[in-house]
């Protein structure tokens, strides 16, 4: 078979599949939704880092933690406390968190198995938290609803066709339709 209609009820789409279509539909943003959960809040005690319940889009994946995850730095060390995607991992256990002296960003939708996303910066001493600088992307993501319906077109014209199609004279009353 030379071409798979990835809608079909009977052919099934990797999460490498949809992940690189929300990636290029999000355009290639990672972010954590607003308003939902605490946002990945975070807090700490001593070298322990509390990170709050959240929803976020990291390469098109999406990644919900609806409980409280606590990890423990490294002592007298800088870096980076990220979410990380770790397609190397078993099923379930993908998502967590990681520190890290540098962020790693491998193409996960092809060939690639680490993806990081930062959520703070720190250094570390023997007992506690030298600096803590919370770098989260938090993101209030508006999608419209249109049932599914993406639009590939190599022409400027585009707009034009979707209105011919979906009877339409803005892109506010075709949004209506739906």
Avoid at 117 to 128: H, K, M, Q, S
Avoid at 135 to 149: C, L, P
């Amino acid at each position: 078979m030379a071409f798979k209609i990835m809608a079909d009820n009977n052919i099934s789409i990797s999460a490498k599949q949809d992940g690189a279509l929300y990636n290029v539909a999000l355009n290639n943003q990672d972010f954590i939704l607003k308003g939902i959960g605490n946002e990945f809040a975070m807090s700490h005690t001593g070298l322990n880092v509390t990170v709050k319940s959240g929803i976020a889009v990291l390469h098109g994946r999406h990644i919900t933690a609806e409980t409280n995850n606590t990890i423990k730095l490294p002592s007298n060390q800088s870096g980076y406390l990220v979410l990380r995607i770790d397609l190397t991992k078993p099923i379930g256990e993908e998502a967590y968190l990681f520190a890290t002296p540098s962020i790693t960003k491998e193409e996960i939708n092809w060939s690639g198995n680490i993806y990081d996303f930062p959520l703070a910066e720190f250094t570390t001493t023997l007992v506690g938290l030298g600096r803590f600088n919370d770098i989260r992307k938090i993101k209030e993501q508006t999608i419209s609803s249109y049932v599914g319906m993406i639009i590939h077109s190599s022409t400027l014209d585009t707009e034009d066709k979707v209105k011919d199609i979906y009877g339409g004279s803005t892109w506010e009353r075709i949004q209506n339709r739906f």
